[in-house]
């Protein structure tokens, strides 16, 4: 009986030992991957990969918040820091779609803003001489000045290329009267705060997937919008083509989706006439996956260079649920690209589906 009951325990011990390694081992394996959305909330996300980090910027109850992070996945448990709170009444409001870009041995963010009315929204711009742009303080260079009459302007993005460095932004041709329609602009900068050439209209919301602005359940903003916006320079890997990834009809609705403007390396970017339009979006709604309203992305690779991604927002619902407020909500999916140089985006992949994680990612247990 004795012998018995010294068999038993031992085999009790074994099935212990052998689940806490099963258990270490799934572990390991679940750790190695990851689900959308990588936030709670957080529209317009945007991320840059430099010096082993990855630095993802979010405008935040009318701040700027910098997370700074070896695995973009988890952005949950990132280093976390509010880099700006604007005191300057002209753009201390609404701050929207801030991004980080590393130019000319400094940080630069470029964010729109108004001064509470809509219609007044302008494009600026913060700099920070640090290399490491969690240190130092980021300063107000100033208002990049689109156009002599001072029109609307957001989702400023900038492009080098050729030895230059370009702006694309989306902006009104004129005052807002009863209609709004945003248009996606380019021009040639002398400076990372300054352009130097004429603004250049490249894209206007034309085709009926870009003109969509009454939801589901008939509201609309109170005026008719037409969308494009969010531009994204995005260079083929052969170098050959340049591609400009924009979100088009109303970031309300579930319809937000992604079109392609496209022009050959060689040509000069300030003629309208280089640009080509995609003429069905790249990238849009998947209701049988429930994701919704995808778009205003930016792109990042890999930590080892060897995978491109997609990082966008999108929405579980078709609409924001009554008293929920805004749902929108940051994910990323890895993306190919077709022998044409043009990118593939798929289709937004459902919460549910778990991911491996972007190749290179240092995982690091918390």
Not at 232 to 246: E, T
Request: net charge neutral; with cysteine.
């Amino acid at each position: 009986m004795k012998t018995c009951k010294i068999i038993i325990a031992a085999f009790c011990i074994m099935l212990s030992l052998l689940g806490c390694a099963t258990a270490e081992r799934g572990t390991q394996a679940d750790a190695d991957f990851f689900t959308n959305p990588l936030l709670e909330v957080g529209p317009d996300p945007w991320a840059i990969y430099v010096d082993g980090y990855y630095y993802h910027i979010q405008s935040r109850h009318g701040q700027l918040v910098l997370r700074k992070t070896h695995d973009i996945t988890d952005l949950r448990n990132a280093e976390k820091k509010t880099i700006w709170t604007p005191t300057d009444p002209s753009n201390s409001k609404d701050l929207w779609a801030p991004e980080i870009h590393y130019l000319q041995g400094k940080w630069y963010v470029y964010y729109a803003a108004d001064d509470g009315n809509t219609d007044n929204h302008q494009l600026y711009v913060l700099e920070n001489a640090s290399r490491d742009p969690m240190q130092g303080v980021f300063t107000m260079k100033g208002r990049i000045s689109t156009d002599p009459d001072n029109n609307w302007a957001i989702d400023g993005s900038v492009m080098e290329h050729g030895g230059e460095l370009y702006m694309v932004w989306s902006g009104w041709q004129t005052r807002r009267i009863d209609t709004e329609t945003q248009c996606i602009y380019i021009a040639r900068m002398a400076n990372p705060w300054t352009l130097s050439s004429e603004r250049v209209l490249i894209s206007k919301p034309e085709l009926e997937w870009e003109r969509r602005y009454i939801n589901v359940d008939g509201t609309y903003p109170g005026h008719v919008i037409y969308v494009n916006e969010g531009p994204q320079p995005l260079k083929s890997p052969d170098g050959k083509k340049i591609h400009i990834i924009y979100s088009a009809s109303g970031c309300w609705t579930p319809y937000y989706s992604l079109g392609c403007l496209t022009a050959d390396a060689s040509a000069d970017l300030l003629n309208p006439a280089s640009w080509k339009k995609s003429q069905k979006p790249l990238f849009k709604q998947s209701p049988k996956n429930g994701v919704y309203g995808t778009g205003h992305n930016c792109f990042f690779k890999s930590p080892d260079g060897t995978e491109d991604y997609l990082f966008y927002h999108a929405r579980d619902t078709q609409m924001d649920p009554p008293g929920k407020g805004d749902t929108r909500s940051p994910r990323c999916q890895k993306f190919t690209w077709d022998k044409n140089g043009y990118p593939v985006f798929g289709k937004p992949l459902p919460n549910s589906k778990k991911l491996k994680k972007p190749s290179g990612t240092r995982v690091i247990e918390n």
